[in-house]
């Protein structure tokens, strides 16, 4: 029985210090480089770039057809007030000057929107869009008024 327990014995030390000993026979490499890493990045910096330029793209698309719808309401509310043949009483005059001042400050939102960015270029377009529907319905008011 000794002699199974110093077999035993001797076989487990022998085992314990071969696992120790060994060294790792294959090095474990990385699949991704910091090179892809970057490569990765300036990929996805250019696409968010590109999807940017192409919404500011769209909007400047879409605020020009109101430019131009709300051009031909003011058109349209200068022409009735010239054609009435009468002279454009105070209440007309006040209502077309408040609409022209309406537009270049309009004008002058867009201007500054379009030189922004970020951030910034979110909060200024959105108070685009209450100018816009601010004046839209100025518009719409006034035609109406002068129409009765």
Known sequence: MTLIRIVCLTIGVSLLSA???????????????????????????ETAEQYTEDTIAQYQKSLDAKLQALQKKH????????????EANKEVSDALAELR???????????????????????????????LKDLDEGYDRALKEFSS
Do not use: H, Y
């Not at 294959?26 to 970057?38: F, G, H, L, M």
């Not at 537009?103 to 910034?120: C, M, P």
């Open 19 to 45: 696992c120790g000993n060994q060294e790792p026979t294959q090095e474990i490499k990385s699949k991704t480089s910091a090179e892809d890493v970057k490569e990765e990045f300036q990929e996805a910096a």
């Open 101 to 131: 001042s309406k537009k270049n400050e309009l004008t002058t939102k867009i201007n500054n929107l379009q030189s922004s960015s970020g951030k910034a270029w979110d909060e200024m377009g959105d108070g685009v869009e209450e100018a």
């Open 75 to 86: 058109e349209e509310f200068e022409d009735r007030v010239e054609k009435s043949g009468k």
